[in-house]
């Protein structure tokens, strides 16, 4: 199944995924996210994985040296998103609480952090993390979502209730992907990949596009399990009356206003859930969308193996943080329409049923 973004990068056999950023695996619940066929051909390839981890660790001394406490978050966040050494979870979780700590003003810092940190077991220091986060962006569900986490966690029924009103008086949905994206991507850029690894010179400049790409799919994404356990009618009418509101409030809000496919696709999963009087015909028509722009997905891969088309891909990216937006974009320029013919309904391999899973 396709999926958007990219966290899946085809680098045509010559290099492993890990040596480009990307995650160790694609079936990583908050990493899984996306495929990207990009073809970078890679010299000396035996050599590679021993050459990025090199580069990697220096890159991670010179973030953490610049002082800036983002460079040193991100450095962190990544170390811990692809440990190089079997230390204990507990020790690699402490360079985040100290980095969230450095950064309590960075809302970008703030919101990967704690969702990292989520399921760590860390429950009184993480509480602090998602607390700041909230004090920062109030408005954002995405963020509430982290306190519905571990309300919920510890089944705590009016800290449940209260995480839904806040998520569901929210006016907007940012998992902070295209800003993570563009933070690596700066990086990246101020400290270039060994040229010499390239055949290809050229192919280093869309490397620091797939990476910095990778590097967000490893760490930005939300889990959506809980909100929607959470969103389901319950056997309690009265409480299942309250939380519905909220819950289609929610759906709606995520469906429209989110920044995130996944997430766009997981408030129709709220609507529907509800029950058919939740879901209008508007709805039924963005979800259609939606799932046709996956489903043409594929033109738009095959086209980024084109250098012109990879830097109109990317710099929407850099410039833009609605996925859906961009990848209407990018469907246009391929002569694909970005919206449903009339006639069409999504398959079953597109159904959104397997997003509501995650």
């Known amino acids: 199944m396709k999926r958007s973004v990219a966290a899946t990068i085809l680098v045509c056999g010559f290099v492993p995924l890990a040596a480009l950023g990307g995650p160790p695996t694609a079936e990583s619940g908050?990493?899984?996210?996306?495929?990207?066929?990009?073809?970078?051909?890679?010299?000396?390839?035996?050599?590679?994985?021993?050459?990025?981890?090199?580069?990697?660790?220096?890159l991670h001394r010179t973030l953490a040296a610049s002082g800036t406490p983002r460079n040193v978050a991100l450095a962190a966040l990544d170390a811990s998103a692809f440990p190089a050494d079997d230390r204990s979870p507990t020790l690699q979780d402490e360079p985040l609480f100290r980095a969230a700590m450095g950064a309590r003003d960075d809302a970008l810092v703030q919101w990967l952090i704690a969702n990292r940190l989520l399921g760590s077991g860390h429950d009184t220091r993480v509480d602090a993390i998602v607390a700041n986060a909230t004090r920062l962006e109030p408005d954002n569900a995405a963020v509430w979502g982290l306190t519905l986490a571990l309300a919920s966690k510890r089944n705590e029924s009016a800290a449940i209730?209260?995480?839904?009103?806040?998520?569901?008086?929210?006016?907007?949905?940012?998992?902070?992907?295209?800003?993570?994206?563009?933070?690596?991507?700066?990086?990246?850029?101020?400290?270039?990949?060994?040229?010499?690894?390239?055949?290809?010179?050229?192919?280093?400049?869309?490397?620091?596009?797939?990476?910095?790409?990778?590097?967000a799919a490893a760490t930005a994404l939300a889990g959506y399990q809980?909100?929607?356990?959470?969103?389901?009618?319950?056997?309690?009418?009265?409480r299942n009356r309250a939380?519905?509101?909220?819950?289609?409030?929610?759906?709606?809000?995520m469906l429209y206003r989110s920044t995130t496919l996944l997430a766009r696709r997981i408030g129709f999963v709220l609507l529907r859930n509800l029950g058919d009087d939740a879901?209008?015909?508007?709805?039924?028509?963005?979800?259609?969308?939606?799932?046709?722009?996956?489903?043409?997905?594929?033109?738009?891969?095959?086209?980024?193996?084109?250098?012109?088309?990879?830097?109109?891909?990317?710099?929407?990216?850099?410039?833009?943080?609605?996925?859906?937006?961009?990848?209407?974009?990018?469907?246009?320029?391929?002569?694909?329409?970005?919206?449903?013919?009339?006639?069409?309904?999504?398959?079953?391999?597109?159904s959104i049923a397997q997003a509501a899973s995650r």
């Open 30 to 58: 908050r990493s899984q996210h996306a495929e990207l066929a990009v073809g970078i051909r890679i010299n000396a390839a035996d050599d590679q994985e021993a050459t990025w981890k090199a580069y990697q660790a220096s």
């Open 161 to 215: 209730d209260d995480a839904l009103a806040h998520m569901a008086a929210s006016t907007r949905s940012d998992e902070h992907f295209a800003d993570t994206a563009r933070a690596w991507y700066e990086i990246y850029e101020r400290n270039p990949f060994p040229q010499w690894t390239f055949a290809n010179p050229t192919d280093a400049d869309a490397a620091v596009f797939v990476s910095a790409m990778a590097k």
């Open 226 to 238: 809980t909100l929607v356990q959470t969103c389901k009618p319950s056997a309690e009418a009265s």
């Open 243 to 253: 939380r519905a509101v909220d819950c289609s409030a929610i759906g709606h809000l």
């Open 279 to 350: 879901v209008s015909s508007e709805d039924h028509a963005l979800h259609r969308n939606l799932e046709w722009v996956l489903f043409n997905e594929a033109a738009t891969d095959d086209s980024l193996k084109d250098p012109l088309a990879m830097h109109a891909y990317a710099t929407d990216w850099l410039k833009l943080d609605d996925e859906y937006d961009i990848l209407q974009r990018a469907l246009r320029r391929q002569g694909v329409s970005a919206e449903a013919p009339s006639d069409w309904q999504p398959s079953e391999h597109a």
